[in-house]
């Protein structure tokens, strides 16, 4: 059974840091796409980010470009979000995907974690 466990959310001011984990399980993930999106309450779930098998290969929504960062570490199945400077409108449920069907900012992944909250206070 394939799983995606989110970790690392929480409540953070503003200008402050998280960073986000996403742990694979069930199967391999080294060649698969990976991509972190988030839900705020009352909106549409969002692209945030990807990463292909090649670490080289990331795309961020214009929104968190230079202060986000995607990462991989294939020999421990896990996804990273690296997110800086941080600001309320940042608040957000954050999900990890796996496996896009279609293009990678699109919302059809194959697989998704349960989400994890972020809290980012003015």
């Known amino acids: 059974q394939v799983q995606l466990v989110e970790s690392g959310g929480g409540m953070v001011q503003t200008g402050g840091s998280l960073r986000l984990s996403c742990a694979a399980s069930g199967r391999t993930f080294s060649s698969v796409i990976m991509g972190w999106f988030r839900q705020s309450p009352g909106k549409e779930r969002e692209f945030v980010a990807a990463?292909?098998?090649?670490?080289?290969?990331?795309d961020y929504v214009d929104s968190v470009k230079g202060r986000f960062t995607i990462s991989r570490d294939n020999a421990k199945n896990t996804v990273y979000l690296q997110m800086n400077s941080l600001k309320p409108e940042d608040t957000a449920v954050y999900f990890c995907a796996a496996a896009p069907q279609g293009h990678w900012r699109d919302l059809r992944y194959l697989y998704w974690g349960q989400g994890t909250q972020v809290t980012v206070s003015s």
């Open positions: 990463i292909g098998w090649s670490r080289d290969s990331t």
